[in-house]
């Protein structure tokens, strides 16, 4: 399995820009399709965003389609998710995952790989 850890996340503003990476280890990274996901208090973990192993798919929630982007170096076993015009309503935890093909991309137990999470907070 890969390991995963997040980082980039904060503190922002309302209408700004924050980038969250993951970056894995452990295993070919270049095999797994990726997502993301986020669980703010009190509710349950929703789908993102997800990325093909290949770069030629993506996925996104209707929350987050024209405001967030997903990416990813596979030479770097990076993925990254820029996230744009931020909203207060996207406050939560944000989580990577892997897994190996794609379908069902939205559900999360489907993953087979989580990183520890990392919080957001965007301020109005």
């Known amino acids: 399995q890969v390991q995963l850890v997040e980082s980039g996340g904060g503190l922002g503003q309302a209408g700004g820009s924050l980038r969250l990476s993951c970056a894995a280890s452990?295993?070919?990274?270049?095999?797994?399709?990726m997502g993301w996901f986020r669980q703010a208090a009190g509710k349950e973990r929703e789908f993102v965003a997800a990325?093909?192993?290949?770069?030629?798919?993506?996925h996104y929630s209707d929350s987050v389609k024209g405001r967030f982007t997903i990416s990813r170096d596979n030479a770097k076993n990076t993925v990254y998710l820029q996230m744009n015009s931020l909203k207060p309503e996207d406050t939560a935890v944000y989580y990577c995952?892997?897994?190996?093909?794609?379908?069902?991309?939205?559900?999360?137990?489907?993953?087979?790989?989580w990183g520890q999470g990392t919080q957001v907070t965007v301020s109005s």
């Open positions: 452990g295993s070919t990274f270049s095999v797994y399709s």
């Open positions: 990325i093909g192993w290949n770069l030629a798919i993506t």
């Open positions: 995952a892997a897994k190996l093909g794609w379908a069902p991309i939205e559900v999360p137990t489907s993953y087979s790989s």
